[in-house]
């Protein structure tokens, strides 16, 4: 293994990987071609690290943990350890995570449990910003970004390009969808439907997530038919499932219009909503 690395930052050949002399790796764990491993940083035996990964400092990684290829981990992070969970009994739970995904500084991810599924996983080009915490059994999709001290409990569901802002806090079991926005400082006691912007400290609904909506090349066309559907949905005061049948028989079909209508069918704990009493128009949409 190399120890020639010159600096926090340095970048070794495709066909090598670097330990500095100060770090602790277990010599059962797997490194493959590429991975970095900087000053002070643990490593465990059942721990596999794909080509391109860093961990710049004072990494701790341990458990059953699979972190695939190109990834970065920033100094005081710690992934893989025991979960919060006091039903843990030392099941030989995982943490799985993908590819080319940031992991910033103090940020903790949890393994899995048996009362759920017994893995934790992040998928791939995910930017976990510093303090972040990910809990025993969250499912976390692609390109989603965690500002800094997101909180999430148990058992959560993040669908890809969802926004988790600052210090928010995430209750056990909610799903987040698809492309949707949560303002920092909120409380998201239940599931948040995709495309939205949620916010409070008792989270609801404040519009679409525009911004994103087209940043990710969604259509005019396809904005324009989600603006009405979310006035259906959410401020019409239309029984959901006389609002979702009304969504699908007077909408044309389209992949969005389709996911949003599936995730409120499939919600368990019910969705957050709009306010009651709107005081000011919806500054996305301006209505």
Request: proline share 5%.
């Amino acid at each position: 293994m190399s120890r020639n690395a010159s600096s926090l930052f340095s970048t070794e050949s495709e066909g090598e990987v670097y330990i500095h002399p100060l770090a602790q790796v277990s010599k059962d764990a797997e490194l493959a071609p590429g991975v970095w491993i900087g000053p002070y940083c643990v490593v465990g035996p059942e721990v596999s690290i794909g080509s391109g990964t860093r961990l710049i400092s004072h990494v701790v990684v341990d458990g059953r943990t699979v972190i695939g290829k190109g990834n970065t981990v920033f100094p005081f992070s710690s992934i893989g350890m025991v979960p919060q969970d006091l039903k843990y009994h030392g099941e030989p739970s995982s943490v799985i995570i993908g590819d080319n995904n940031t992991i910033r500084e103090s940020v903790t991810i949890h393994r899995g449990t048996e009362g759920g599924g017994m893995v934790t996983r992040i998928v791939d080009q995910n930017l976990l910003m510093a303090y972040c915490h990910v809990a025993h059994d969250c499912l976390l999709g692609s390109r989603i970004i965690m500002a800094n001290a997101a909180n999430l409990a148990g058992h959560i569901v993040i669908e890809d390009g969802a926004i988790i802002g600052g210090l928010s806090g995430i209750h056990q079991f909610v799903r987040i969808g698809t492309l949707s926005m949560i303002g920092g400082m909120s409380g998201v006691p239940k599931d948040v439907p995709p495309y939205v912007w949620a916010s409070g400290n008792r989270a609801f609904l404040y519009g679409l997530n525009l911004e994103g909506l087209k940043r990710a090349r969604v259509s005019p066309e396809t904005i324009s038919h989600l603006k009405k559907a979310y006035q259906i949905l959410f401020r019409s005061g239309v029984p959901q499932k006389e609002a979702i049948e009304k969504v699908a028989e007077t909408l044309p079909s389209s992949m969005e219009i389709g996911h949003l209508l599936e995730f409120l069918k499939r919600s368990e704990r019910g969705v957050i909503t709009a306010p009651k009493k709107i005081i000011h128009d919806d500054p996305q949409t301006g209505e």
